[in-house]
């Protein structure tokens, strides 16, 4: 089963960063489309292909509970343009949430399998060592040593992107969004296109998170 560990940010900056997406989208077909309902924004903690047998919610229940009496806030930094069309919202990687990741990988790492499917990724060639082999041998490259916590925006297959980079930078600026934010709930979901949030399978509040 494809699903994912993420980590979903305050309800306010869910509608800051979806409207964003919309404007940007006037002018680039990012896909896919953030909603409120389905495609939420947010931080993977690690996804990828997992037995079928994997219980995910005792997985879930065991991490929310390592972060329960820590303050779930992170800084979001920069904007990025990642392998193959790939445009990332990055995040500070703070302590807590490395720790997080690693126990996540702990966990999880020999209910992870790979199939042709992964094998016949169509940005392999724009991976780096470590990325590649995490993605070929588990199937998700941001692991370990490679891990990078973001939000993804969305993918867009361009020569230019720098260009868009620019421009997305430009819109992100007109909001005057802070860019130290709480998050709101641990989830476990079902990925969509591109490793999108599609279907949120398990949540809880998180006690310190947004409001």
């Known amino acids: 089963m494809n699903i994912g560990f993420a980590l979903i ?15 940007i989208k006037q002018k680039y077909s990012l896909e896919p489309s953030f909603s409120m309902e389905t495609n939420l924004p947010h931080v993977t903690i690690l996804q990828g292909n997992f037995q079928e047998e994997l219980d995910y919610e005792k997985a879930a229940q065991i991490l929310s509970q390592q972060i329960e009496d820590i303050d779930i806030s992170l800084t979001f930094t920069d904007f990025i343009h990642k392998g193959l069309g790939w445009f990332f919202l990055l995040c500070q990687k703070e302590p807590w949430l490395l720790s997080l990741h690693q126990t996540a990988c702990t966990l999880l790492i020999d209910d992870m399998v790979v199939t042709e499917e992964t094998k016949q990724a169509d940005d392999l060639m724009y991976l780096s060592p470590l990325e590649k082999y995490n993605h070929l041998t588990y199937s998700y490259r941001y692991m370990g040593e490679a891990y990078l916590p973001h939000i993804t925006l969305g993918r867009y297959i361009t020569k230019s992107h720098t260009e868009i980079l620019l421009d997305i930078q430009e819109i992100w600026q007109k909001y005057s969004i802070s860019p130290l934010q709480s998050m709101d709930r641990l989830t476990v979901y079902k990925m969509g296109v591109n490793g999108a949030h599609a279907k949120t399978l398990w949540e809880t509040k998180l006690p310190h998170g947004g409001k």
């Not at 940010?9 to 997406?21: A, R, S, Y």
């Open 9 to 23: 940010p305050n309800p306010l900056f869910l509608e800051q960063v979806i409207e964003v997406q919309s404007k």
